[in-house]
């Protein structure tokens, strides 16, 4: 029969045992954060290598400058899609100093709405507009296109003037029901 001293001997070294995989896997998952944020800044050192000799195209109506939109990735040639059609996109929002406010990527989730029906910022309306399948792009949204005056509290301040990463993922009619991605 196990004495007490014996039972007390092997729940420490079970304990240890937990112990030593409790580390291996805080090392593993400290390995992958590292790896992660390596890959993001190269991504990003990439993006703004790209973006350095992207022309700047206003796609405003009236050529204000108030929407410019640099092609990152070009997509399917004449696939942009038709006003009221459901665009199926992915974004990540950031202020001018880079401060992300927010990412359907980040969730691993696309963003869907109607194009040209007032669902999103005037920006995107805009913008996703002249975009093809497959197209990245970055957007820079003067304050009148995007929150304007009133801003995104508490996120977004009054004024601001914001970048978006966008890609278009698809588009599709928006009113039958269970479409299909048309593209």
């Known amino acids: 029969m196990p004495t007490v001293a014996t039972a007390f001997d092997k729940i420490k070294e ?16 400290k390995k992958e954060a590292e790896e992660a944020a390596k890959r993001a800044k190269e991504e990003k ?3 703004d290598e790209i973006l350095k000799t992207a022309e700047k195209i206003d796609v405003t109506p009236d050529e204000d400058k108030g929407v ?7 997509g399917k ?3 942009s899609p038709p006003e009221g059609m459901r665009v199926v996109a992915h974004y990540t ?5 880079g401060t992300k406010f927010d990412s359907s990527r980040d969730r691993d989730s696309t963003f869907d709405f109607d194009i040209g029906q007032n669902q999103v910022i005037k920006c995107w309306d805009l913008a996703f507009a002249t975009m093809n399948i497959g197209e990245r792009a970055m957007l820079t949204c003067e ?10 509290p ?5 004024d601001a003037t914001l970048k978006f990463d966008v890609e278009l993922i ?14």
């Open 154 to 158: 508490p996120k977004i301040p009054p």
């Open 14 to 29: 079970e304990i240890t045992v937990i112990r030593k995989e409790a580390a291996e896997r805080a090392v593993k998952r």
């Open 77 to 79: 040639p004449d696939t």
């Open 93 to 97: 929002g950031t202020l001018l100093d």
């Open 68 to 74: 410019l939109k640099q092609v990152i990735k070009e």
């Open 45 to 47: 050192e990439k993006m």
């Open 143 to 152: 304050p009148e296109y995007a929150y304007g005056e009133r801003g995104s």
């Open 170 to 183: 698809s588009w599709r009619d928006a009113y039958a029901p269970d479409a299909k991605d048309e593209l």
